[in-house]
């Protein structure tokens, strides 16, 4: 049976029956099936999302794509120049780099055994990409009521369903890390299940790093 | 470092809503099994009957092209019938039946116990199977896709009120593919990393069997192919509900940018859907030749090659749209090229049965078959590389002939393969090998009958997706001669399905290794325990399994070795360690992954989802989206393996 000293580095961590322990046995995640190392030294979970991930870029790529095709070939209504915000769209991107780092710190957190400061990171990134959420919907409120839709020009389809799917990503993104929060406070979440934050991590981190692509192709490319 | 999760012993509630299932045999253990050969039997079934499906709507497209004016469809029903035969054979035959074929047989050949995710393996399953359903039930929801398995736009993209197309079938046609899709990332995702990290020791890669190899290709080609054909359909859909303007020319769109997007997916599918049939053929051939794949390393990197080359040649599907002399030279060029791996591929095989103790068993045959009408297909696909023919060629049945050669003539008959040299590992019997052989025979005179005239009607201008043609044009005797060659396409099949209940109600054992086979699969019980290997297999070669059972005497000959000989010398050590796979343990403590509800309840969401979407009825939202989050957070809480 586990116990409690089977976490890594020994360190005692708050376990309630039911928990989940991870055992340091170097074998696969789902399955014990033999002592020996990965070949890739990447846990299967890890690797996992690396490959969903590297999925996702040409999905954000095509859309990117499509949006570069389409710069100034709308035919009429609104252009990017009549429209864009810069100063308050760079405010908001700068909160979103900065759920970055209050995710590393999340992570550093979980993984030195200190559940309270990781509760406290986590909500702050989920916060932080929440407002960047909110920051997009004032600008998709405001750019409407300027008369742009999905069906003005092309630079409304096109822009809308970038910045769209990206902000789905966000909003996916901010439902797993409350759920992480909701684990941590129902003692569900342990010190060995780091990776668990990890994962979520390397998840909020692209999509992160995406809208750095987004936001320099839409908002700072010259004409 | 890496980890593994176990669960304390439980005193309070349990932590997930549903009682844990615990049974792994009887009818209700498939709806919750994690087990990777049951999830590869239920692949395998549902691709054979959806290639039964696409057989019937094959079966009428030929009936109304049997004469000139046929008058047994109208044209919109042929319409649906050709588009709904090639989105079919493609994502619900081809693609499945090679998941089938790698969930089965990954893990054995690389010594695992199971794959890296088995919920996900489930999930995956069943996605494919609630898309396909999702995209059938449009039959009688307002009409079945009509648009293409390709979906060109603007004819798919114009909204339903302009008249393009009639019914909502694109929309069902689109939000099932992006269904489908997300079954075959996951899907592609656990091979991945099944093959990368669950190898038993010493299955180095270079010591892997070429299916494994190839279907490690796949996968990535699956992983990076999916996002633009999914990209794509998010636009049409768009397009057509919400009025988008990504594809209405008279708006600055670009209804090119959709055929780019279509053919970077279309074109690396084309390899995903050979590349498996390339791999079962070089497990069939060394084992029916009694010798070792003929340069091994070089089938392996062909088949990396075509991968990677596979990215670089999507234009030729568009020679005809106008691109300019620079891109379509390019990639005419690069088209070119991307025969030389296969070319090299084909003559390894040839080297492989050459000199070999040849035994013409029905997986032999169908494999030979595939290299033949293989390299026929790929002959005419290199004629399209030169692009003032393939000007000459685009949209008749000379485009038909071809991609059925390679299609039909290559992965059908590679399957086929599959199915008679692995059927005694899987159900524990063999199949009848005279009727086998029957279906062979069959099926390659149906098929040259079916197919090789389409070159020559094409040559002389016949169209593709034309649903009658007049009696003047010389086209009849050679419809009428395609026609009948379906109808026997069709027999074979037929006395495939007589062959798997006539074999099944024989039942002649198969017994371990009834072909002698060469790899992991073979050293393991018919049909194997569910833990697969009572102990972990290391390995010490490539083809491990053969050099378990032979070596070789001064002269080169080989020579059998006796089961349990002395233990100093160390082929028969490992011999003797590989007996007691059989005898020494029973499995008991071996810690396979629990069943689950949860695969099936998240799958069970997305169908609702679609019909949301294409709907536009919010009410559909309330089951799609609570049995969604419903399945994933149980599923999160709920561990992979249960403590006994």
């Known amino acids: 049976m586990a116990t409690v000293?089977?976490?890594?580095?020994?360190?005692?961590?708050?376990?309630?029956?039911?928990?989940?322990?991870?055992?340091?046995?170097?074998?696969?995640?789902?399955?014990?099936?033999?002592?020996?190392?990965?070949?890739?030294?990447?846990?299967?979970?890890?690797?996992?999302?690396?490959?969903?991930?590297?999925?996702?870029?040409?999905?954000?790529?095509?859309?990117?794509?499509?949006?570069?095709?389409?710069?100034?070939?709308?035919?009429?209504?609104?252009?990017?120049?009549?429209?864009?915000?810069?100063?308050?769209?760079?405010?908001?991107?700068?909160?979103?780099?900065?759920?970055?780092?209050?995710?590393?710190?999340?992570?550093?957190?979980?993984?030195?055994?200190?559940?309270?400061?990781?509760?406290?990171?986590?909500?702050?990134?989920?916060?932080?990409?929440?407002?960047?959420?909110?920051?997009?919907?004032?600008?998709?409120?405001?750019?409407?009521?300027?008369?742009?839709?999905?069906?003005?020009?092309?630079f409304g389809s096109s822009f809308y369903v970038l910045t769209g799917l990206h902000g789905t990503h966000v909003i996916i993104g901010i439902v797993w890390l409350m759920s992480l929060w909701g684990m941590s406070m129902q003692g569900r979440l342990t010190q060995g299940d780091s990776e668990r934050v990890e994962i979520a991590g390397l998840y909020w981190h692209f999509v992160d790093i995406v809208w750095i692509v987004i936001f320099t192709v839409i908002y700072l490319l010259p004409k | 470092m890496t980890t593994i999760t176990r669960s304390l012993p439980k005193t309070s509630t349990p932590?997930?809503?549903?009682?844990?299932?615990?049974?792994?045999?009887?009818?209700?253990?498939?709806?919750?099994?994690?087990?990777?050969?049951?999830?590869?039997?239920?692949?395998?079934?549902?691709?054979?009957?959806?290639?039964?499906?696409?057989?019937?709507?094959?079966?009428?497209?030929?009936?109304?092209?049997?004469?000139?004016?046929?008058?047994?469809?109208?044209?919109?029903?042929?319409?649906?019938?050709?588009?709904?035969?090639?989105?079919?054979?493609?994502?619900?035959?081809?693609?499945?039946?090679?998941?089938?074929?790698?969930?089965?047989?990954?893990?054995?050949?690389?010594?695992?116990?199971?794959?890296?995710?088995?919920?996900?393996?489930?999930?995956?399953?069943?996605?494919?199977?609630?898309?396909?359903?999702?995209?059938?039930?449009?039959?009688?929801?307002?009409?079945?896709?009509?648009?293409?398995?390709?979906?060109?736009?603007?004819?798919?993209?114009?909204?339903?009120?302009?008249?393009?197309?009639?019914?909502?079938?694109?929309?069902?046609?689109?939000?099932?593919?992006?269904?489908?899709?997300?079954?075959?990332?996951?899907?592609?995702?656990?091979?991945?990393?099944?093959?990368?990290?669950?190898?038993?020791?010493?299955?180095?890669?270079?010591?892997?069997?070429?299916?494994?190899?190839?279907?490690?290709?796949?996968?990535?080609?699956?992983?990076?192919?999916?996002?633009?054909?999914?990209?794509?359909?998010?636009?049409?859909?768009?397009?057509?509900?919400?009025?988008?303007?990504?594809?209405?020319?008279?708006?600055?769109?670009?209804?090119?940018?959709?055929?780019?997007?279509?053919?970077?997916?279309?074109?690396?599918?084309?390899?995903?859907?050979?590349?498996?049939?390339?791999?079962?053929?070089?497990?069939?051939l060394p084992v029916f030749s009694r010798k070792p794949l003929f340069g091994y390393s070089v089938v392996i990197f062909s088949g990396i090659a075509i991968g990677f080359l596979g990215w670089g040649v999507w234009v030729h599907h568009m020679f005809t749209t106008g691109l300019g002399p620079i891109t379509i030279t390019a990639f005419g060029l690069a088209t070119m090229l991307i025969a030389i791996p296969t070319g090299v591929k084909i003559f390894n095989w040839l080297g492989t049965v050459y000199g070999g103790a040849v035994k013409l068993t029905t997986a032999m045959l169908f494999s030979l078959g595939f290299v033949a009408m293989f390299t026929l297909g790929g002959l005419s696909g290199v004629m399209h590389s030169i692009v003032p023919a393939d000007t000459q060629q685009h949209d008749t049945y000379f485009v038909v002939a071809h991609f059925h050669y390679v299609l039909f003539g290559g992965l059908v008959f590679a399957i086929f393969s599959g199915f008679y040299y692995w059927w005694p590992k899987i159900f524990g019997h063999l199949l009848d090998e005279r009727l086998g052989?029957?279906?062979?025979?069959?099926?390659?005179?149906?098929?040259?009958?079916?197919?090789?005239?389409?070159?020559?009607?094409?040559?002389?201008?016949?169209?593709?997706?034309?649903?009658?043609?007049?009696?003047?044009?010389?086209?009849?005797?050679?419809?009428?001669?395609?026609?009948?060659?379906?109808?026997?396409?069709?027999?074979?099949?037929?006395?495939?399905?007589v062959n798997i209940i006539y074999s099944a109600i024989k039942r002649n054992p198969a017994g371990n290794d009834p072909w002698d086979g060469r790899s992991l699969e073979w050293s393991i019980p018919s049909p194997p325990p569910e833990y697969n290997f009572a102990q972990t297999p290391i390995v010490e070669a490539r083809d491990d399994w053969w050099h378990h059972k032979y070596t070789e005497d001064e002269d080169g000959r080989l020579v059998a070795l006796p089961a349990g000989g002395s233990d100093d010398d160390p082929p028969s050590a490992v011999i003797a360690r590989a007996n007691e796979h059989e005898t020494a343990a029973d499995g008991h403590g071996i810690h396979l992954p629990s069943p689950s509800f949860y695969p099936l309840v998240v799958a069970a969401g997305l169908p609702f989802l679609g019909y949301a979407a294409v709907f536009k009825n919010m009410w559909f939202l309330i089951p799609g989206l609570g049995l969604l989050l419903f399945g994933i957070y149980a599923w999160g809480l709920e561990p992979g393996t249960e403590e006994h």
């Open chain 1, 5 to 154: 000293d089977t976490t890594p580095d020994g360190a005692p961590a708050r376990l309630t029956p039911g928990d989940v322990v991870p055992v340091d046995s170097g074998g696969q995640a789902e399955l014990a099936h033999g002592a020996h190392e990965q070949p890739t030294g990447l846990a299967n979970a890890k690797l996992a999302m690396w490959l969903f991930l590297a999925s996702d870029c040409l999905f954000f790529g095509a859309f990117i794509t499509a949006y570069l095709l389409y710069r100034d070939r709308s035919v009429s209504g609104p252009t990017p120049q009549d429209l864009f915000n810069i100063p308050f769209t760079s405010v908001t991107s700068f909160i979103l780099l900065m759920s970055s780092l209050a995710m590393v710190l999340a992570l550093a957190a979980v993984q030195r055994g200190d559940y309270r400061r990781f509760r406290i990171w986590i909500l702050a990134t989920a916060l932080f990409g929440a407002t960047f959420v909110g920051g997009q919907i004032y600008e998709f409120t405001e750019f409407t009521r300027k008369g742009l839709n999905l069906d003005t020009n092309l």
């Open chain 2, 15 to 284: 932590a997930v809503p549903l009682r844990r299932p615990k049974s792994t045999t009887g009818f209700w253990s498939w709806f919750t099994t994690v087990d990777h050969k049951k999830i590869g039997i239920m692949y395998g079934a549902i691709a054979l009957l959806f290639f039964v499906i696409a057989g019937i709507e094959a079966l009428l497209i030929r009936l109304q092209l049997a004469g000139p004016n046929g008058t047994v469809l109208t044209a919109s029903q042929y319409n649906t019938l050709f588009t709904m035969h090639g989105t079919t054979m493609v994502f619900f035959v081809g693609m499945p039946m090679a998941v089938a074929f790698g969930n089965y047989f990954v893990p054995l050949q690389i010594g695992a116990r199971d794959v890296a995710f088995p919920r996900i393996n489930a999930f995956g399953f069943w996605v494919v199977l609630a898309g396909g359903t999702f995209m059938y039930s449009s039959f009688m929801l307002g009409g079945a896709p009509n648009g293409g398995w390709f979906g060109y736009t603007p004819l798919t993209s114009t909204p339903i009120s302009g008249g393009a197309l009639p019914g909502r079938g694109v929309d069902f046609w689109a939000v099932g593919l992006v269904l489908l899709g997300i079954g075959s990332t996951t899907s592609a995702i656990n091979f991945i990393v099944t093959i990368l990290n669950m190898r038993a020791p010493g299955m180095t890669l270079m010591r892997m069997p070429v299916f494994t190899w190839m279907m490690l290709v796949t996968a990535f080609l699956t992983l990076f192919a999916i996002p633009p054909l999914t990209a794509a359909l998010i636009m049409v859909f768009f397009d057509r509900n919400f009025d988008t303007l990504f594809f209405v020319a008279s708006k600055g769109g670009d209804p090119l940018l959709y055929q780019n997007l279509f053919w970077i997916f279309g074109h690396p599918e084309v390899y995903i859907l050979i590349l498996p049939g390339m791999g079962i053929v070089s497990e069939v």
């Open chain 2, 437 to 497: 052989k029957l279906n062979f025979w069959v099926m390659l005179v149906g098929f040259n009958l079916t197919f090789f005239p389409m070159h020559f009607l094409g040559l002389t201008g016949m169209p593709r997706r034309t649903y009658r043609y007049p009696a003047n044009m010389g086209w009849t005797g050679l419809n009428q001669i395609v026609s009948v060659g379906g109808f026997i396409v069709a027999l074979a099949t037929l006395i495939f399905v």
